[in-house]
């Protein structure tokens, strides 16, 4: 759907799957760009990396219409 940027500099991606929304928030690179195709397990960017703690973390957001969903549910699938 679109590719964003916080004030910080992190960047996220919104993905369209049917009427599902996932986001993925906390890169430091992203390799794709609105309206591109992409596949399930497709790399999407780089995950940043804190300089102060060294931790690596991704925010990932699923939401069905409106509604938040729990992405656990999601990603024990995968």
């Known amino acids: 759907i679109t590719i964003f940027s ?30 591109d195709k992409v596949t399930a397990k497709g ?3 780089d995950i940043y990396t804190s300089r102060f703690d060294g931790t690596t973390k991704l925010k990932f957001y699923l939401y069905q219409d409106t509604n938040n969903l729990n992405p656990e549910d999601w990603i024990y699938q995968l």
Not at 7 to 34: A, E, P, Q
């Open 43 to 45: 790399i999407l960017g």
């Open 6 to 35: 916080s004030k910080t500099g992190t960047k996220g991606v919104y993905l369209r799957h049917g009427n599902y929304i996932s986001m993925y928030y906390n890169l430091s690179k992203i390799y794709v760009k609105k309206g």
